[in-house]
């Protein structure tokens, strides 16, 4: 009896390391980690020992003989994984993680600055924390009262699973050494050289929050709005709490057909009681349950094999109660990577489904470029060119446009068309990528190259908006690395003032900063809030009264 990983893997490889006979792929030492949609468990070599179910942080492995039957295609995204021969040449020997042991002279504790809380940030922590050749002190700093980032504020609110990866940074947070500096904002209360002049060293993880433009005529039109922003309005993030977004109109078009796109429009178009029983925060849960909306579309300009989400979130459009079918023109591909194949065979099997009567629709099209909105005072409509695929010198495919377009009549347009950083003050920024110019982490003057002194970055702020939540860990871990070699090497400058000069300057910059406990407070007060509506929690949104409960004003009793 295998055992299976389904949709809500977040890629941590907690699980790898426990697995007695390595069968669980691919292991973050091996290349296809950076670009793996999920990890996979070989059903030939397990053992059914059951550890990696021990070891999962999000309750993503189960036994094949309890799939229900939403997650029953995951048992052949598993065996299809394998269905390459080269990925069966693997060691049964147990996986190692390699750590480089670094010691170095007692000189007292390294004291590390991280910006940003997210899960990046809380790897980061995580690594220089349980390092065994090290001692750390760890100031964790986050501009609002809550922690954690994305897992709170970008995973949508019905992946409940997902946003379990907040107890295995709870137990980060639990470690000697780990102080946190919540509502304290990094350039406001406390200056980057004064974080220098305090630490060791500045980890930067303050991820890619920036929308890309389509950059075409009636993008400013009252209805046009960024999905970045939308997600962070129904996840309650403070600063989007009052934003409008009409849903009067019967149909909404998504741009763009990443992960994050599928989110958007499983949002819109979910059964209001389903959403009701998940953490979306109250306001939208309001303005969602007087939608008219009935239809939307999610518009990709290539075809069905280069769609940008994954498999298991397009199987997790399935199991609900809208109808799902596919618009697609292009013929199959041959010669498609097994999983990829696996994903145009769903899309197949979808497209030209006859529509069901009385719920709502969720259309996946292919092969359109959006040319411009339309509307007089707000979006009426959506005009798109239809595409061709092609394939170019080097045997890509790419979309051509065809020269015929349309228009898609529509009230409400949301772009999901990529993230980029923003400019940090004091630090360089690579303004193609929106990222830090950085070699492993460590962050480089772009003009000679040289490696900046102490000033180091991790998630999407080093990368780019790139993998799921777990692949920040191996992220983090290079970065840490590179920072214990440079400790140890003697090329880091010693802190001018101590941790206690720190708290003093952070107490008289910012009186409302938030300690760990008051971002406990705010926590339960959360869950108190949301037990008698049977829902995993209420959502604080306005940062007055986060402030109100951490310091003690406000309780449920």
């Not at 220098?196 to 890619?208: D, K, N, R």
């Not at 994050?260 to 029983?277: P, Q, T």
């Not at 959506?382 to 529509?410: F, P, W, Y």
Request: charged fraction near 25%; include cysteine; hydrophobic fraction near 40%.
């Amino acid at each position: 009896m295998p055992h299976v990983i389904t949709q809500n893997c977040c890629n941590d490889a907690s699980c790898v390391s426990a697995c007695p006979v390595n069968c669980i792929h691919p292991t973050p030492e091996e290349s296809a980690y950076a670009t793996a949609e999920m990890l996979y468990i070989d059903p030939d070599a397990c053992v059914d020992c059951g550890q990696c179910v021990n070891a999962c942080p999000v309750e993503a492995i189960v036994p094949d003989d309890r799939l229900d039957a939403a997650s029953k295609p995951y048992l052949e995204l598993n065996r299809q994984f394998f269905a390459d021969p080269g990925r069966k040449l693997y060691s049964a020997a147990p996986y190692k993680r390699p750590e480089a042991r670094i010691d170095v002279d007692e000189r007292g504790p390294l004291r590390v600055a991280i910006v940003g809380s997210g899960p990046s940030g809380s790897f980061a922590a995580q690594e220089l924390l349980s390092h065994s050749g090290i001692r750390a002190e760890v100031h964790l700093f986050e501009r609002l009262p809550t922690p954690w980032g994305l897992v709170r504020f970008g995973v949508a609110p019905d992946h409940q699973k997902t946003k379990l990866m907040t107890e295995l940074f709870e137990r980060t947070a639990g470690l000697d050494g780990l102080q946190f500096h919540l509502n304290v904002t990094v350039g406001e209360h406390v200056t980057h050289d004064e974080l220098l002049a305090h630490h060791h060293a500045v980890i930067y993880t303050v991820g890619a929050s920036n929308d890309r433009k389509l950059n075409i005529p009636g993008e400013e039109l009252p209805g046009s709005h960024s999905a970045t922003d939308f997600v962070a309005w129904y996840n309650g993030h403070p600063d989007f709490a009052d934003r409008h977004f009409d849903l009067s109109a019967e149909r909404a078009v998504v741009v763009g057909n990443g992960n994050v796109a599928l989110d958007v429009a499983r949002v819109l178009a979910s059964d209001i009681d389903y959403l009701a029983r998940t953490d979306i925060a109250d306001h939208a849960l309001e303005a969602l349950s007087k939608s008219r909306i009935k239809e939307v579309v999610v518009l990709g300009r290539r075809g069905p094999a280069q769609a940008a989400f994954t498999t298991p979130e397009l199987l997790g459009l399935l199991d609900h109660g809208f109808h799902v079918s596919v618009d697609a023109k292009a013929a199959p591909q041959a010669d498609l990577p097994a999983i990829a194949a696996l994903k145009e065979a769903i899309l197949a099997r979808l497209a030209g489904r006859p529509r069901r009567q009385g719920v709502k629709h969720l259309v996946l099209r292919f092969l359109g470029s959006p040319t411009e909105i339309l509307g007089e005072n707000r979006v009426s409509a959506l005009r798109i060119e239809q595409n061709e695929l092609v394939i170019d010198d080097r045997g890509r495919s790419r979309a051509q446009a065809t020269g015929k377009a349309e228009a898609i009549a529509c009230g409400l347009v949301l772009r999901s068309i990529g993230y980029q950083g923003k400019k940090l003050p004091g630090l360089p920024i690579d303004e193609a990528t929106g990222t830090l110019p950085n070699d492993r982490g460590r962050v480089i003057d772009p003009a000679t190259g040289i490696a900046l002194q102490g000033i180091y970055t991790a998630g999407w702020i080093k990368r780019g908006p790139s993998g799921v939540i777990g692949t920040n860990k191996k992220c983090a871990a290079e970065t840490v690395r590179g920072l214990l070699e440079d400790f140890a090497a003697g090329r880091l400058t010693a802190p001018r003032h101590g941790s206690d000069e720190l708290r003093a300057l952070i107490a008289l910059r910012q009186p409302l900063a938030v300690n760990y406990a008051g971002w406990k407070a705010i926590d339960l007060y959360e869950r108190d809030l949301a037990r008698p509506r049977n829902r995993p929690r209420v959502k604080l949104t306005a940062v007055s009264e986060m402030l109100e409960v951490a310091h003690g004003g406000r309780t449920n009793e």
